[in-house]
C-alpha cells in the first residue's frame, strides 16, 4: 500500500495545489482532521483556517476559506473559495479587510450582509494567523508554484 496520496486544492480561480503528499490536516467544523494514505472513504466541510500538507517530511500551511474536502483511500480533493501559501498572504491587506469586515459588522445589516461581511472576517482570519503563525518560515519547497 502506498504512503502517499494525491492532493488536490481548486478555487475558482485555478488549481492551488496539486501533488503526491505524505499527509493532510484539514480545518473541519469538529476540530482539525488529519488524512493518510489508505484513509477511509468522507465527504466533509472545511472551515476557514490553516490546512497542513506534509510532503518528504516538509510542511506546507495555507490559509483556506470555506469549502467541501472529498476524501478517498487514494486522493483528497478539496473545493475551497480561497487557498493561499503563507509566502502568498499579504498580511496588510489581510489586516485591512478584517478592519474593514469588523466596521461593517458595527451597521444596520440585514442576515444575509451580515452572513457576507462574517465570511470575509474569517477569511482574512485565517490568513492573518498562518502568515502570523509562519513568518520567516521559508523552505525551498514553499518557495516554487504548485500550479499545473
Known amino acids: 500500500m502506498s504512503t502517499t496520496f494525491k492532493l488536490e486544492i481548486v478555487t475558482p480561480e485555478a488549481v492551488a495545489y496539486s501533488e503526491q503528499v505524505d499527509m493532510v490536516v484539514l480545518p473541519g467544523t469538529e476540530g482539525e482532521l488529519g488524512v493518510l494514505a489508505g484513509h477511509e472513504p468522507l465527504m466533509t466541510t472545511i472551515v476557514p483556517g490553516e490546512l497542513r500538507i506534509t510532503k518528504d517530511g516538509e510542511e506546507t500551511a495555507m490559509a483556506v476559506g470555506p469549502g467541501f474536502a472529498e476524501i478517498t483511500g487514494e486522493a483528497v480533493r478539496i473545493l475551497a473559495d480561497m487557498a493561499l501559501r503563507a509566502d502568498e498572504i499579504d ?6 479587510a478584517r478592519q474593514r469586515a469588523e466596521q461593517a459588522l458595527a451597521q444596520k445589516l440585514s442576515e444575509e450582509q451580515v452572513a457576507t461581511v462574517e465570511a470575509s472576517l474569517q477569511k482574512a482570519l485565517a ?22
Open 127 to 148: 490568513q492573518i494567523e498562518v502568515k502570523r503563525r509562519h513568518r520567516g518560515q521559508s523552505s525551498a519547497h514553499g518557495q516554487h508554484s504548485h500550479q499545473k
Open 91 to 96: 498580511e496588510a491587506a489581510a489586516v485591512e
